[in-house]
């Protein structure tokens, strides 16, 4: 299985919104809503932010939030904070009970 | 809360075994289904390593099937990994998590542990 594509790094300024691809295939994003997304701070364990396509877990801010069309996911980040500036992933249940993650996208606020 | 804490030797020697065991605390292995291993070489992305059911059930990824293994330990509220073969490729932070519901089996993570492999 190959690991999702996202790209290698987005930028914004604070206040501003900026959204996070992850493309995959029928056989992961596209065939499934399990997509989440995972945010990893500089020698931290990843964080969950986003679950079942678009749920929040409880205590993550609603300046977060997901969507899928298609074949692809993406994670809105609005208001961007500095606090956001951060990697993250996406990753998604594959057929046979797999999962894969995206490369990762490095988040910087300007 | 359950809390997860990896443990095992930070150092392997080129074609040995990693072991790893990741302790559950503040809470029973029995309250969550599916337990999980992940990993992350230096300065690259996370990898999906497997994951093993209370049932004992294991799915693994295709890339590490051949040398992945994985175990739960309900008497000591503990599940390992093992990885064997293992090459300078597999060195990495090693993270172990727990299912947050069905199909989000990374919902809660333990701090990870660096494994070298080196002679």
């Known amino acids: 299985q190959s690991a999702l594509t996202q790209p290698a790094s987005v930028s914004g300024s604070p206040g501003q919104s900026i959204t996070i691809s992850c493309t995959g295939t029928s056989s992961d994003v596209g065939g499934y809503n399990y997509v989440s997304w995972y945010q990893q701070h500089p020698g931290k364990a990843p964080k969950l932010m986003i679950y079942?396509?678009?749920d929040r877990p409880s205590g993550v801010s609603d300046r977060f939030s997901g969507s899928k069309s298609g074949n692809t996911a993406s994670l809105t980040i609005s208001g961007l904070q500095a606090e956001d500036e951060a990697d993250y992933y996406c990753?998604?249940?594959?057929?046979?009970?797999?999962?894969?993650f995206g490369g990762g996208t490095k988040v910087t606020v300007l | 809360q359950v809390q997860l804490q990896e443990s095992g030797p930070g150092l392997v020697k080129p074609s040995g075994t990693l072991s790893l065991t990741c302790g559950v605390s503040g809470g029973s292995i029995n309250s969550t289904n599916y337990w999980d291993w992940v990993r992350q070489p230096p300065g690259k992305g996370l990898e999906w390593i497997g994951e093993?059911?209370?049932?004992?059930?294991?799915n693994y990824n295709p890339s590490l099937r051949s040398r992945v293994s994985m175990s739960l330990d309900k008497a000591n509220n503990q599940f390992s990994l093992r990885l064997s073969s293992v090459t300078a490729a597999d060195t990495a932070v090693y993270f172990c998590?727990?299912?947050?519901?069905?199909?989000?089996?990374?919902?809660?993570w333990g701090q990870g542990t660096l494994v070298i492999v080196s002679s």
């Open positions: 990753f998604s249940y594959t057929t046979y009970r797999t999962y894969v």
């Open positions: 093993i059911s209370l049932g004992g059930n294991t």
């Open positions: 079942g396509v678009r």
């Open positions: 998590a727990r299912e947050f519901g069905p199909y989000v089996p990374l919902g809660y």
